[in-house]
């Protein structure tokens, strides 16, 4: 049988980001962005056999900008397109695994748009444009969260009354799970250990961050929960903090829920910290300038990290390795370092030069000889959906 093709889609509310992943290739032969979608300054850009191009599509819907696409795809598939495969942040309860697209799939992802109020409807906008462009292609979706449905009660449960789980699904959900699941998996071979009996700390570290505890193949405990906001200090986000605190601003300050949740999600984590970016290259340029705020939004964003790594080990019985991924944990051996430091109860070290390595797509083991596995490893989320995708169409 030819390698197969599958493509990729992962919609937002205004863009749509695509890769063809051919099974037997590395490297995608079509990938790209279309964003600005509904405005007069839609456009499409793309990148083919190490070429990048763009199209202004001015006004194009989610649709129009399928359409567009749909040629260079199938081109790009030498006319041999086998499926698609769509991101969908939440499943909740009801995906435990990558679905094929029905109508009763789509309504069941449209009731769970209340857990995910910003990023289901997109989703699901992308897919009913891509069944209607595509009727007789078999489509997938693959949820962020259902690789994390095998965490026990203990794990995914809030100290809340029972009714708000039961009546209105008010549990620890988790994201990343795409991530999470292939850079375990990926570990385990570069290990030598069969993943089905393996155990793994990951720390996905991107604009969004999580960590994930990986026993035997299964997420058993992760940090994000309800939403992406639970957790470690972001890019914007804030991570974990007193659940007083909004009574505290609503009754002090006089902040509404809106600006509560926009203080929370967009100003705050490494942004909020430093008073002057979100992203970790920037900051680790301006320590080096001797930026206090970027020092300490480094300094907490590490602490917490190890913290919550540590918090994790507890849903494991043996440590295999702790794994890096994400544009952070792929390219930052200084937040590795830092992170490792918090670390040493459990025996954890790295050596120097390995770490330095192991950035800009180079993976491998970065620890100090004689201590715990640590692994470098790219994380390839457009793969593993296409991998669910091509799994669940048999
Ligand atoms: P997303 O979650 O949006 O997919 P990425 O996984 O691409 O994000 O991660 C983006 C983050 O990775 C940014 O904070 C960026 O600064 C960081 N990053 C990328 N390269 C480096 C680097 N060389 N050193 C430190 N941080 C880096």
Not at 249 to 277: C, F, P, Q, T, V
Request: proline share 5%; charged share 20%.
């Amino acid at each position: 049988m030819p390698a197969r093709n599958i493509l990729v889609i992962n919609c937002g509310s205004s863009s749509i980001k695509f890769a063809l992943v051919n099974e037997a290739q590395e490297h995608f032969p079509l990938s790209g962005l279309a964003e600005r979608l509904g405005s007069a300054d839609a456009v499409l850009h793309w990148q083919r056999d190490g070429g990048k191009d763009s199209l202004a599509i001015p006004n194009a819907d989610h649709r129009i900008a399928l359409a567009h696409l749909l040629p260079m795809v199938q081109g790009a598939a030498d006319g041999h397109l086998h499926g698609i495969g769509h991101r969908v942040v939440h499943g909740g309860e009801s995906f435990t695994r990558a679905r094929r697209l029905d109508d009763q799939v789509i309504a069941t992802i449209a009731t769970i748009a209340p857990l995910a109020p910003l990023h289901n409807p997109a989703a699901l906008q992308g897919i009913e444009a891509a069944l209607k462009l595509f009727p007789t292609l078999p489509q997938v979706a693959v949820f962020d969260t259902a690789f994390h449905q095998s965490m026990p009660e203990h794990a995914y449960r809030y100290a809340l009354p029972e009714a708000l789980y039961r009546e209105h699904g008010v549990r620890r959900y988790g994201f990343h799970g795409t991530s999470h699941h292939y850079v375990s998996h990926r570990g385990a071979q570069m290990a030598g250990l069969p993943y089905a009996s393996s155990s793994w700390l990951v720390a996905h570290l991107g604009n969004g961050s999580s960590t994930c505890a990986i026993v035997n193949g299964e997420s058993r405990d992760t940090s994000m929960g309800l939403t992406p906001l639970e957790g470690l200090v972001m890019g914007t986000r804030s991570g974990d903090v007193d659940p007083n605190l909004h009574s505290h601003l609503a009754r002090n300050l006089g902040w509404n829920l809106e600006k509560i949740d926009h203080m929370l999600n967009n100003d705050s984590g490494l942004l909020g910290l430093s008073g002057m970016s979100n992203d970790m290259r920037t900051l680790e340029q301006a320590r080096e300038q001797g930026h206090p705020g970027a020092a300490l939004a480094i300094e907490v964003f590490c602490y917490r990290l190890g913290k919550s790594l540590a918090s994790m080990s507890c849903a494991l019985e043996r440590l295999d390795g702790v794994i890096f991924t994400g544009g952070i944990g792929e390219n930052s051996p200084l937040v590795r370092s830092k992170t490792i430091a918090h670390l040493k109860l459990l025996g954890l070290a790295l050596d120097d030069a390995q770490n330095a390595r192991c950035v800009r797509g180079v993976a491998g083991p970065i620890e100090a000889a004689g201590h715990p596995r640590v692994l470098v490893v790219p994380t390839n989320e457009e793969r593993q959906i296409a991998l669910e995708t091509l799994a669940s169409l048999g």
